[in-house]
């Protein structure tokens, strides 16, 4: 089984589409299952091919996806697709409304549907267990600061030239167009790269403190997530070369159900994410200690989190209201957090889980590795010079790094 998760939105409500789409008896076949649920294709194309890691077109994926119905008036959450490959497996894609859903969100539907698929038993519908079952009450969010306003101003200024007939339509911001020159690539951390990235980036750090005259200190947080960012911004930025002097906007999104007071559930259904960012000159990631800065600066974002979630955040969300169109923009989606190859709707684990939203590039996906070991697997879309140049740096870094660990 190969899924495609999180690009874009249905025309059937969250809490119905698990009762709506159901496992097989022991009796059923792929036909039996794919004629119950929304939208269904038939494909001959090579789903080894698709399912694989290496380079390719990002368009050959969009066949797959399903389009989100939206208008002035109404907004579907999720779209779902299945599309058989016949002898040889069948993908799901689904694609989610990021104006009312939040990856977690997203990520707490799938594992919820794939549950009741694989505990489906003479038809009884069972039961999810409270970390599946939805929880959306909106009053659980207090917007003490007075965000809302900002947020919906910011969307208002983004829509307002894309959308004529209506300021409050609710129809999506149309998406530019793929050429077929953008290419798609997954890259591998094991968790032995991942510790060589940490040593790494702790000696690059007391170089960079000796020189600086500054006391050495280690990161306050040094983990996959921002080693894996860390590195995986430098391969791009120097892959893509041009001007040392321009700017990288490198935005992520915090998870804020446990940081807000009080906490609200982990099974809220909604959004419930914060945007960070932060600002480098292109010219850092080309530097010897480039992975350690960037790396320092990311682990100081998550740091100032400690503050409480809400400082500095109007300043944010002003700054980042503020970027030029055209400017360089990094972002991320996914979370190894998610495992998203625990999914099982009872034919056994995908074989390849890809999000298709970066295909106009500019976005790291991060996933779990299938293998378990403590990898991550990161997805990345680029004009095919960019993608052959970085995955050299990809390799030849890492393995410099690691001769140099020794």
């Given at each position: 089984?190969?899924?495609?998760?999180?690009?874009?939105?249905?025309?059937?409500?969250?809490?119905?589409?698990?009762?709506?789409?159901?496992?097989?008896?022991?009796?059923?076949?792929?036909?039996?299952?794919?004629?119950?649920?929304?939208?269904?294709?038939?494909?001959?194309?090579?789903?080894?091919?698709?399912?694989?890691?290496?380079?390719?077109?990002?368009?050959?994926?969009?066949?797959?996806?399903?389009?989100?119905?939206?208008?002035?008036?109404?907004?579907?959450?999720?779209?779902?697709?299945?599309?058989?490959?016949?002898?040889?497996?069948?993908?799901?894609?689904?694609?989610?409304?990021?104006?009312?859903?939040?990856?977690?969100?997203?990520?707490?539907?799938?594992?919820?549907?794939?549950?009741?698929?694989?505990?489906?038993?003479?038809?009884?519908?069972?039961?999810?267990?409270?970390?599946?079952?939805?929880?959306?009450?909106?009053?659980?969010?207090?917007?003490?600061?007075?965000?809302?306003?900002?947020?919906?101003?910011?969307?208002?200024?983004?829509?307002?030239?894309?959308?004529?007939?209506?300021?409050?339509?609710?129809?999506?911001?149309?998406?530019?167009?793929?050429?077929?020159?953008?290419?798609?690539?997954?890259?591998?951390?094991?968790?032995?790269?991942?510790?060589?990235?940490?040593?790494?980036?702790?000696?690059?750090?007391?170089?960079?403190?000796?020189?600086?005259?500054?006391?050495?200190?280690?990161?306050?947080?040094?983990?996959?997530?921002?080693?894996?960012?860390?590195?995986?911004?430098?391969?791009?930025?120097?892959?893509?070369?041009?001007?040392?002097?321009?700017?990288?906007?490198?935005?992520?999104?915090?998870?804020?159900?446990?940081?807000?007071?009080?906490?609200?559930?982990?099974?809220?259904?909604?959004?419930?994410?914060?945007?960070?960012?932060?600002?480098?000159?292109?010219g850092v990631s080309m530097e010897e200690c480039g992975v350690a800065m960037i790396a320092e600066r990311i682990s100081g974002m998550i740091k100032g989190l400690e503050k409480g979630l809400f400082e500095g955040a109007k300043e944010r969300l002003l700054e980042l209201a503020s970027i030029e169109p055209g400017a360089e923009i990094i972002g991320v989606t996914g979370s190894?957090?998610?495992?998203?190859?625990?999914?099982?709707?009872?034919?056994?684990?995908?074989?390849?889980?890809?999000?298709?939203?970066?295909?106009?590039?500019?976005?790291?996906?991060?996933?779990?590795?299938?293998?378990?070991?403590?990898?991550?697997?990161?997805?990345?879309?680029?004009?095919?010079?960019?993608?052959?140049?970085?995955?050299?740096?990809?390799?030849?870094?890492?393995?410099?790094?690691?001769?140099?660990?020794?």
């Amino acid at each position: 089984m190969t899924t495609t998760p999180p690009v874009v939105p249905s025309s059937t409500p969250l809490i119905q589409i698990p009762v709506l789409l159901s496992a097989p008896s022991e009796n059923s076949t792929i036909q039996d299952i794919i004629e119950r649920v929304e939208s269904t294709a038939e494909s001959n194309a090579d789903l080894s091919h698709l399912s694989g890691n290496e380079t390719r077109q990002a368009i050959e994926s969009f066949p797959y996806i399903p389009e989100l119905p939206t208008s002035d008036t109404k907004a579907s959450v999720i779209a779902l697709q299945i599309t058989l490959f016949p002898n040889k497996g069948f993908s799901i894609s689904i694609v989610c409304h990021h104006g009312i859903l939040d990856g977690k969100s997203a990520t707490t539907f799938i594992k919820a549907w794939a549950y009741i698929c694989k505990h489906l038993e003479n038809d009884q519908q069972p039961s999810l267990p409270s970390e599946l079952t939805p929880f959306l009450d909106r009053g659980v969010i207090k917007d003490a600061h007075g965000l809302e306003m900002i947020f919906l101003n910011q969307w208002l200024a983004l829509t307002r030239s894309d959308i004529k007939s209506d300021s409050r339509s609710l129809k999506l911001v149309s998406n530019m167009a793929v050429s077929p020159d953008v290419v798609r690539a997954t890259f591998q951390l094991t968790r032995e790269d991942i510790e060589i990235l940490r040593e790494t980036i702790s000696s690059q750090l007391e170089k960079v403190h000796k020189e600086e005259l500054k006391p050495t200190k280690q990161l306050d947080y040094m983990s996959t997530f921002v080693l894996t960012c860390a590195y995986t911004v430098v391969c791009m930025v120097k892959a893509r070369g041009g001007d040392s002097n321009r700017k990288i906007y490198f935005i992520f999104s915090a998870d804020c159900r446990g940081r807000l007071d009080p906490p609200i559930p982990q099974n809220y259904i909604g959004n419930c994410i914060s945007s960070q960012h932060i600002v480098i000159k292109a010219g850092v990631s080309m530097e010897e200690c480039g992975v350690a800065m960037i790396a320092e600066r990311i682990s100081g974002m998550i740091k100032g989190l400690e503050k409480g979630l809400f400082e500095g955040a109007k300043e944010r969300l002003l700054e980042l209201a503020s970027i030029e169109p055209g400017a360089e923009i990094i972002g991320v989606t996914g979370s190894t957090r998610f495992e998203d190859y625990s999914w099982d709707f009872g034919w056994g684990r995908p074989n390849k889980v890809e999000f298709t939203g970066n295909a106009r590039g500019g976005v790291i996906s991060l996933a779990r590795s299938r293998e378990g070991n403590g990898g991550v697997e990161i997805g990345l879309a680029l004009k095919r010079h960019e993608m052959e140049n970085l995955v050299s740096f990809f390799v030849n870094d890492l393995k410099n790094f690691a001769q140099i660990s020794k």
